[in-house]
C-alpha cells in the first residue's frame, strides 16, 4: 500500500503541530518551511483552511486520499455525527490500535509491525494496517515477536489508562477495544467539522 514517505518534519512545521511525535527541529522551528517561512503571512481563505484540517488528518493517520475518501462516505452513511464518526473509524484502524496500545512508538512503527505480521487480532496474524477493529476484539503481539527490543522499549512505562476505550494486560502482551472512543477522548487536535465542510461542499 502507499504511504507518504517524505520529509516528517517539513510536514509537523507546516502544521505547527508535531503530528509525528516528538521532533526536536519544531520545538526549533516552529514556523512554516521555505525560504520565506518565517516572515510570509497571508489570510488562508475558508477553503484553504479545510483542505489543511482534511491533510492534518491524513497526515496523522497515515491515510491517503482514497482511503480517506472512503472513511468519510462510510461515516456519512452512519448514525451519529459524521465528523466524530469519521475520528472513531481512523482510531479504529489496526495500526492506529497498536499505537493507542503502546506496542509500537509512533504510527508509522505499528504500521510496520502489522504488514511484518508481529500482530494478532483474537489469535490469528493480521497484516492489514487498514483493518477495521471492531470493540470486544483482543490485539496481541505475536508470541514469537514478544522478545522484539522495539516493543519492550515501546513498553516501557507506557501509561495504558490515558486511554479509556482500551484495556490492557500486561501479562499476556494483549489489550482489547472496550468500545470506540468518545469525541472528548480523542486528544488529537483535529477540527473534524471542517473536514466534513470540505467534503460537502
Do not use: C
Request: overall charge positive; proline content about 4%; aromatic content about 8%.
Amino acid at each position: 500500500m502507499a504511504r507518504y514517505t517524505g520529509p516528517r518534519t517539513r510536514i509537523a512545521r507546516k502544521f505547527g503541530e508535531a503530528i509525528f511525535g516528538a521532533d526536536k527541529v519544531l520545538s526549533k522551528k516552529n514556523y512554516p518551511p521555505g525560504q520565506h517561512g518565517n516572515s510570509r503571512k497571508r489570510k488562508t481563505s475558508e477553503y484553504g483552511i479545510q483542505l489543511r484540517e482534511k491533510q492534518k488528518a491524513k497526515y496523522t493517520y497515515g491515510v491517503l486520499e482514497k482511503q480517506f475518501r472512503n472513511l468519510f462516505e462510510k461515516a456519512s452513511r452512519s448514525k451519529g455525527i459524521t465528523g466524530e464518526v469519521l475520528l472513531q473509524l481512523l482510531e479504529g484502524r489496526l495500526d492506529n490500535m497498536v499505537y493507542r496500545l503502546g506496542i509500537a512508538p509512533t504510527r508509522a512503527a505499528a504500521r510496520q509491525l502489522v504488514s511484518h505480521r508481529h500482530i494478532t487480532v483474537d489469535g490469528s496474524v493480521v497484516n492489514i494496517p487498514s483493518y477495521s477493529v471492531k470493540p470486544g476484539q483482543v490485539i496481541g503481539v505475536r508470541e514469537k515477536s514478544k522478545s522484539l527490543e522495539v516493543i519492550a522499549d515501546a513498553l516501557s512505562g507506557f501509561n495504558h489508562s490515558k486511554y479509556p476505550w482500551i484495556e490492557w494486560e500486561q501479562s499476556s502482551m494483549s489489550g482489547k477495544l472496550l468500545h470506540l472512543p468518545e469525541r472528548a477522548d480523542i486528544p488529537e487536535n483535529i477540527k473534524e467539522q471542517l473536514i466534513v465542510e470540505l467534503y460537502s461542499k
